[in-house]
Each structure stands twice: as structure tokens, then as C-alpha cells.
């Protein structure tokens, strides 16, 4: 199993600011990603976050508006930038280890994001 | 592409069964099932990998029939910790990285 950190778990910010999240992991993680889920929706893939290198994202997110940092195995950090409303969402960070089920997901609790 | 579920939601009464299907238009290589309980993360249930393989996890069973590109997921005698919202996640070539549906909300009553 793996125990995920995620700071913070809820925000408010302002129309056109940048916010932070952080996701530390306590086990040996052999992938780290980041998903998005709006209110009742689905959750969404975002990037991959790769150690010491760009992230790979996924078609309709880029780096500019999602800036990915993974400067070791079991730490990532995920910006929204220039945030509007429909930012507002949860944000998960997301792992696979490599002492679980090939597959098996392991979620953070998530930061909710209201942008005003 | 995102798979499709169904129903959208479901609502029981303890100890009745419910059934959530899952549906790709593409071949799929895997499916996972996660629930997730208001307001806490998603929780890996079960991975079935092509090969029309059926998998238990206490009394949530999933089925994968490869050639229809379906999945189900059978929850028996259903009990009030079984509410949440189910989500079947695809893969299609390998990678085990789940693109997921829209999700099953499951309400259980007393």
C-alpha cells in the first residue's frame, strides 16, 4: 500500500493567480500521475509526472497551464496557473508502487480547489 | 476514449444485489474497478486483464468478456459500507494507466 500527502487539501484563490499542490508518498513508487475531477464528474488524467524530466500530458492539458515538478521518486508537485473559475476542481495525485497488484492505483486525498 | 457506464446511479436496500456494467468501443486490454465514498479517494476494487476472467473481492465480484469489450461489476447482498460512487476504468495497450468512466453512484439503505 502506499500513504499519499497532499497539500493543500482545500483552497480559495483569486481569478488569475497560481496555486501549488504538493503530493508526498511514504512507499517506492514506480509511477506518479495527476488526475482532476470536477464536481460529479469523472476522474480525469491530466500528465504523468516523470522523475527529473518534462511530464508527459495528456491531449487538452499543457504545461504552461499545468506546470509538473517530480525532482525525486516519491515527491511531485502540481501548479495551476493563471487559475479562472472552471479550474475549480479536485486535484488528485496518484501513484503505482512497486510492492502492489501490476495496475493498482493508490490516490491522495485530493485538493479542492475554489477559484473566485 | 472514456468507457460507458451503467446504470448512472442505483439505489438498494441492505442485503439486495446490484449489477454496474462497463462498455468500450475499443479492445481492451484491462479494466479496473475503484470505489470512492463522498469526500475521501478513490479505492482500488479489482484489476481483470484481457482473458474473460472473473475476479472476487469479498462479495464484489467483476466479469471481463474481451470479445463484447465489456465489463461487469456484481455486488451481492449488498451492505449500507458498499455506498459510493464506482468508477470502471480502460486500458487498451498495456500501460495499466485507466482512462475512467463517469461513474455508478450506489446507494444502499437500511
Known amino acids: 500500500s502506499a500513504v499519499i500527502s497532499q497539500k493543500p487539501s482545500r483552497d480559495i484563490c483569486q481569478r488569475g493567480t497560481s496555486l501549488t499542490i504538493q503530493c508526498q508518498v511514504d512507499?517506492?513508487?514506480?509511477?506518479m500521475f495527476w488526475y482532476r475531477q470536477q464536481p460529479g464528474q469523472s476522474l480525469t488524467l491530466i500528465a504523468t509526472?516523470?522523475?527529473?524530466?518534462?511530464?508527459?500530458?495528456e491531449s487538452g492539458f499543457v504545461i504552461d497551464k499545468f506546470p509538473i515538478s517530480r525532482p525525486n521518486l516519491t515527491f511531485s508537485t502540481l501548479t495551476v496557473s493563471n487559475m479562472s473559475p472552471e479550474d475549480s476542481s479536485i486535484y488528485l495525485c496518484?501513484?503505482?508502487?512497486?510492492?502492489?497488484?501490476?495496475?493498482?492505483?493508490?490516490f491522495g486525498e485530493g485538493s479542492r480547489l475554489t477559484v473566485l | 476514449q472514456q468507457p460507458v457506464q451503467s446504470p448512472q446511479a442505483v439505489i438498494l436496500r441492505e442485503g439486495e444485489d446490484a449489477v454496474i456494467n462497463c462498455s468500450s468501443s475499443?479492445?481492451?486490454?484491462?479494466v479496473h474497478w475503484y470505489r470512492q465514498k463522498h469526500g475521501e479517494a478513490p479505492v482500488f476494487l479489482m484489476i481483470?486483464?484481457?482473458?474473460?476472467e472473473q475476479k472476487g473481492h469479498e462479495k464484489i465480484s467483476a466479469s471481463f468478456n474481451e470479445k463484447k469489450q465489456q465489463s461487469s461489476l456484481y455486488l451481492t447482498a449488498s451492505q449500507l459500507s458498499y455506498s459510493g460512487t464506482y468508477f470502471c476504468?480502460?486500458?487498451?495497450?498495456?500501460?495499466?494507466?485507466?482512462?475512467f468512466g463517469r461513474g455508478t453512484s450506489l446507494i444502499v439503505h437500511p
Open positions: 496518484s501513484v503505482q508502487t512497486s510492492g502492489s497488484p501490476t495496475g493498482e492505483l493508490f
Open positions: 512507499s517506492q513508487v514506480t509511477m
Open positions: 509526472a516523470n522523475q527529473g524530466s518534462e511530464a508527459t500530458y
Open positions: 475499443k479492445a481492451l486490454y484491462s
Open positions: 481483470l486483464l484481457k482473458g474473460g
Open positions: 476504468g480502460t486500458e487498451v495497450g498495456g500501460s495499466y494507466i485507466p482512462t
